[in-house]
């Protein structure tokens, strides 16, 4: 069974820094691209960091640019956020282009709740 856990979300004034961890585990061929996409309350799912497999690549929405970074080690994405900001309160959602048994899927965890206040 393939799963996707996130941790390292939760409360954090402006200003602080928080690191997000997503371990991605399964009967898996390989992973391909990871990344990290976010929901904030009444709004649209948005993509924050893109990684690919070889992690010499990366995409991130010009919103975080300069402040999150994205990374990876083997079956484990990463995403640092510093200088946080209220409007960074949302539901992060870590996400995995998997293949398994030859078939390129897209898999997502549960999410995490990061809460920025000021």
């Known amino acids: 069974q393939v799963q996707l856990v996130e941790s390292g979300g939760g409360l954090v004034q402006a200003g602080g820094s928080l690191r997000l961890s997503c371990v991605v585990s399964g009967n898996i061929l390989s992973i391909n691209d990871m990344g990290w996409y976010r929901r904030p309350a009444g709004k649209q799912r948005e993509l924050v960091a893109l990684i690919r497999s070889d992690g010499s690549s990366t995409n991130s929405a010009d919103s975080v640019k300069g402040r999150f970074t994205i990374s990876r080690d083997k079956n484990t994405v990463y995403l640092q956020m510093n200088s946080l900001k209220p409007e960074d309160t949302a539901v992060y959602y870590c996400?995995?282009?998997?293949?398994?048994?030859?078939?390129?899927?897209?898999?997502w965890g549960k999410g995490t709740l990061v809460t920025v206040s000021s």
């Open positions: 996400y995995a282009d998997l293949t398994i048994y030859y078939r390129k899927g897209d898999y």
